[in-house]
């Protein structure tokens, strides 16, 4: 999901990639957000450091209070850009995506392998990062058609780890 939040005035363009991996501005983040009990109340870990919030919900925007400051927070849901959709070509049914690393880290597992079918959203791989640990997920269902990393390999950002082959959109 993507964002465009102002906070005092600055503007922020977050993604929630996943549960723990936020990228802020481009940049990733590592965070940790848990609701505490039904209150208003957070705890948040950024890498090394905790807070605690308090959130209140106002009419177009949010109060959040942290280390006795509040902050009044406004947030914007992004549309999704679609992409074109292209006749499909019957000679290629087939289109291949590659899954790729999202931070430099290390391979901690691979849990397909060469021939295996996927679903949209199926962890495949497990990376080490910032002393965290991430779950790679398959964006499209298909057939894996080759694994290019072995577990306990230092990954660079942005490397192949996965091929699969999906049908097309028809």
Do not use: C
Not at 51 to 64: I, P
Not at 73 to 86: A, F, G, I, S
Not at 139 to 164: C, F, K, N
């Amino acid at each position: 999901m993507k964002f465009r939040t102002t906070v005092a005035g600055r503007t922020f363009r977050i993604e929630v990639d996943h549960e723990q991996l936020v990228w802020v501005d481009g940049r990733p983040l590592y965070v940790s957000l848990e609701r505490l009990g039904g209150l208003p109340l957070y705890a948040l870990t950024l890498v090394d450091n905790g807070y605690l919030l308090f959130v209140e919900r106002e009419q177009e925007a949010y109060q959040v209070e942290v280390q006795g400051r509040t902050y009044v927070v406004q947030v914007v849901h992004e549309l999704p850009q679609l992409e074109p959709r292209h006749p499909v070509d019957s000679a290629e049914p087939h289109r291949r995506i590659s899954v790729r690393a999202p931070l430099a880290g290390r391979l901690l597992a691979i849990y397909v392998a060469v021939g295996d079918r996927v679903e949209a959203g199926q962890v495949v791989a497990v990376l080490e990062s910032m002393k965290m640990q991430m779950e790679i997920r398959a964006p499209r269902g298909g057939v894996v058609e080759g694994v290019h990393l072995m577990p306990g390999t230092d990954v660079a950002q942005d490397a192949s780890l996965v091929t699969i082959q999906t049908e097309s959109d028809r």
